[in-house]
């Protein structure tokens, strides 16, 4: 066989395996992009359901208000107050607020539009998602035999 022609086959295999190879990278980045989003998308639903539900028999906007931070606290297992936790905590009043105006009927209430502007300003502040709070680890634990 000509040497031209198996160059010619190296080069169209090595270009296959390059391509191959490419691909595989960007999806494995995709996946792990969609992976992420699904993660926040639940979280979010969880969280919010949680506050919704400790919000439901409030009697006033401050209990109310003061039930979603609770469950807040609760759910991102903040068992103490900081500055920080207390600066988030501040920041989510808005989504808190307008929970409990959509409970009462408040057709004008805007929870996305106040949950973005909370998600937008913790990413801003902390240079991370709010939703990545949730990621906690579990730490090892011994299996033991008695």
Do not use: C, Y
């Not at 090595?14 to 960007?26: G, I, L, Q, V």
């Not at 969880?46 to 606290?73: C, G, P, T, Y």
């Not at 913790?122 to 634990?141: I, K, N, V, Y």
């Amino acid at each position: 066989m000509p040497a031209s022609f198996l160059l010619e086959l190296r080069t169209s295999a090595e270009a296959a395996k390059a391509a191959e190879t490419s691909f595989r990278h960007e999806a494995g980045r995709r996946i792990a992009a969609l992976e992420q989003e699904r993660a926040f998308a639940f979280r979010r639903l969880n969280l919010m359901q949680a506050i919704a539900d400790a919000m439901a028999l409030a009697e006033s906007e401050d209990i109310a208000v003061a039930n979603a931070f609770a469950a807040l606290r609760a759910s991102l297992g903040w068992n103490a107050d900081s500055e920080a936790r207390s600066e988030v905590i501040s920041h989510f009043g808005p989504v808190a607020l307008a929970m409990f105006q959509d409970l009462t009927g408040n057709q004008s209430a805007n929870i996305h539009a106040a949950l973005a502007e909370f998600e937008h300003w913790f990413s801003d502040t902390r240079g991370s998602s709010f939703w990545a709070l949730f990621e906690q680890q579990m730490p090892d634990t011994p299996v033991v035999d008695f």
